[in-house]
């Protein structure tokens, strides 16, 4: 258990104690090796005092006389810190023991408080990384062997179930979701243990949904809708979701590559997109990216620098080419969205309201998006 305080949790336990008393902390291991404290210099010195208080399992109290009698110790008071019933450490406060003891028993309790917190937090996320790693093996068609099946079983992952898989991408972070962002977000699915979660990314997660009842997609769409919701009331978050269609658990590889299709039409639309709704885009897969290159430039290409009118048009798609609310959705008015599209005529050639100059302006959009992903 003594590996349990580590000096980068010792620095934070004498940090959080010296808000609450001004005396000089430190914080010792079972060896009697002082690895944090206020005093810079005192850090990698061994402290007797500590070492005894450790051994006997009760706090000490070091007066005056005990300096000149006890290696490397000063007047004040040491408390064993206990974590499941075990010594790991010792706290020291440095003063006058009739001063500082009263505040010792609340330090005490604190600090193993915040040891207590750092183990179940360290225990969470070393279960998140191993379902996350667990989930990319599977989701990759990696072989179930021995070992694979065991993993499954320490994880509590029922490899029996059909699934449906969920890729789910957070759009527009600033920075990087901390571990209780994280948590609270993994949180939304605790409550139904037969659905699998894990992060890939800080932008990305990946929901399993458990299919052997087949849940509608109505009711998928509905629960997606309503975490959405609460990222954006809750980080400011806004996602974007894409759905596979059910695949039994060795086939989980299918399942995954149609949600990851299915994400890069949902980036387009800014919605939540099925792989079974899926027809155009299915044949874009198949297209090799030089292809995709090359037809953005004859389509779209003088439009590259053109920022304002190439996100007028993927609002355009997004609106289902409705004028009326893309305008609304841009706050222009719609004179100004037709002069737009004039714009993007005269620089193409390709008309808005021709259905096959539509989807070539639409198979443009498309790949750039995928290009400037990849890019990223």
Do not use: C
Not at 47 to 53: I, K, M, W
Not at 83 to 90: A, L, P, R, S
Not at 218 to 244: C, D, P, T
Request: hydrophobic residues 40%; aromatic residues 8%.
């Amino acid at each position: 258990m003594a590996a349990l305080i580590l000096p980068e949790l010792a620095e934070k336990i004498v940090k959080e104690v010296r808000k609450l008393i001004g005396e000089d902390i430190i914080v010792v291991n079972t060896e009697g090796d002082i690895i944090a404290s206020t005093d810079m210099e005192r850090v990698g010195t061994f402290h007797e005092g500590a070492l005894l208080t450790a051994q006997k399992k009760r706090k000490l109290i070091i007066t005056e006389e005990d300096q000149l009698k006890l290696a490397g110790v000063k007047a004040g008071i040491n408390f064993p810190i206990f974590f499941q019933h075990d010594v790991i450490g010792v706290l020291g406060i440095t003063g006058d023991p009739n001063k500082v003891t009263p505040f010792g028993e609340i330090i005490r309790k604190m600090t193993e408080l915040l040891i207590s917190e750092n183990y179940y937090a360290e225990q969470h996320d070393w279960h998140t990384r191993a379902i996350e790693s667990f989930v990319m093996d599977w989701v990759q068609s990696k072989e179930w062997d021995d070992p694979f099946i065991n993993r499954a079983k320490l994880l509590a992952i029922d490899l029996k179930a059909k699934r449906t898989v969920v890729i789910i991408e957070f759009l527009g972070l600033n920075s990087p979701l901390s571990r209780d962002s994280w948590s609270s977000i993994f949180n939304r699915f605790q409550e139904n243990t037969q659905e699998v979660v894990a992060r890939t990314g800080n932008e990305r997660m990946v929901l399993l949904i458990n299919s052997s009842k087949g849940p509608t997609r109505a009711s998928i769409e509905k629960r997606l809708m309503k975490f959405f919701l609460f990222l954006f009331n809750n980080f400011g978050i806004q996602a974007v979701a894409g759905v596979g269609q059910a695949a039994e658990s060795f086939e989980i590889s299918h399942s995954y590559r149609q949600a990851e299709r299915s994400l890069k039409i949902a980036k387009v639309n800014g919605t939540i997109t099925f792989d079974e709704n899926l027809t155009l885009e299915m044949i874009s897969e198949e297209i090799n990216p030089k292809t995709k290159a090359d037809f953005v430039i004859r389509t779209i290409g003088p439009l590259l620098k053109e920022v304002e009118l190439l996100e007028t048009l993927k609002e355009l798609f997004k609106q289902n080419h409705s004028l009326k609310n893309t305008a609304k959705k841009l706050h222009i008015h719609i004179n100004t969205l037709h002069y737009r599209l004039k714009k993007v005529e005269e620089l193409t050639h390709l008309n808005a309201n021709n259905i096959q100059d539509l989807v070539n302006l639409y198979l443009g959009i498309l790949f750039l998006d995928e290009q400037t992903k990849i890019r990223k």
